[in-house]
């Protein structure tokens, strides 16, 4: 998952990729963004992709820092959000070893340190730092480890999309499987993705030098796991999992 990943994705990007804003029906994103908002303040959005969260955020913040390490990504977002002046679009590869950025008030992180590869996402949450003022409000939204296991049990035991399943291809892959499941790694689609245990993310920002003020389930429909969810399969429902944190 690295630069040349995210562009290739870029053009097909509504296709491809899992829009959270559309799926949070709880609108808890919304309302952490809007609770840290102010006309006054500053706002980065980390890996922004097309922009689908910048009218939110340029509506409720005074400026916003539009970031990405795609430049067609930030093409698209740019396009799509001409209307929204108070807008700056920079290209950023938040786990590059060393990075200049002007730090905001807000940040707002979601879905973008989904990466394999461990180096790449200690300098992502290093980077994180940079990009808050002192006393700044973080809002992370990762993939969730604990739901996806749950999911991968539920399917397992009941036998859920049987006809979809995909077949190991060689013994390297069941090997790779296995060494990253280790991790937290584990396919979405095909492309080994960083999944996250709640407490592994508490203790990824402490270490940053983070106050984590909560941690809540952003939950999604069984249809976003299976193609065909069992009728008695509810609550509780698939999640990501949403950190709001403080720069100390
Ligand atoms: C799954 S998309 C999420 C997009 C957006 N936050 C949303 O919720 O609609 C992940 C985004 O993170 C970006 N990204 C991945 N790694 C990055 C990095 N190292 N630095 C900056 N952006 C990155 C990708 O280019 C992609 O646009």
Request: charge should be negative.
């Amino acid at each position: 998952m690295d630069r040349q990943y995210w562009e290739r994705i870029a053009p097909n990007y509504n296709e491809e990729i899992f829009d959270v804003l559309q799926n949070d029906k709880s609108g808890k994103i919304i309302h952490a963004i809007e609770t840290a908002a102010s006309k006054d303040k500053t706002v980065m959005d980390i890996g922004c992709a097309i922009g689908k969260w910048i009218p939110l955020l340029a509506t409720a913040f005074k400026y916003v820092v539009a970031t990405d390490i795609s430049a067609i990504n930030l093409d698209i977002a740019k396009e799509r959000c001409k209307d929204y002046p108070n807008v700056d679009y920079q290209r950023m590869d938040m786990s590059a070893y060393s990075l200049t950025v002007t730090p905001c008030d807000v940040a707002v992180c979601i879905n973008a340190i989904l990466t394999d590869n461990l180096k790449k996402r200690i300098n992502f949450f290093q980077s994180l730092d940079l990009c808050l003022n002192k006393g700044g409000s973080l809002i992370l939204v990762v993939p969730s480890l604990e739901s996806k296991l749950y999911a991968n049990i539920i399917a397992n035991r009941w036998n859920v999309d049987e006809e979809n399943k995909e077949k190991i291809a060689s013994e390297e892959k069941a090997y790779a499987l296995a060494k990253n499941i280790k991790q937290g790694v584990t396919d979405i689609d095909n492309v080994p993705t960083k999944h996250y245990l709640k407490e592994e993310l508490e203790l990824l920002l402490k270490l940053e030098g983070f106050t984590v003020d909560c941690v809540e389930k952003i939950n999604y429909t069984w249809k976003t796991e299976f193609h065909n969810p069992p009728k008695w399969l509810d609550e509780p429902y698939p999640w990501d999992w949403m950190c709001v944190a403080q720069k100390d």
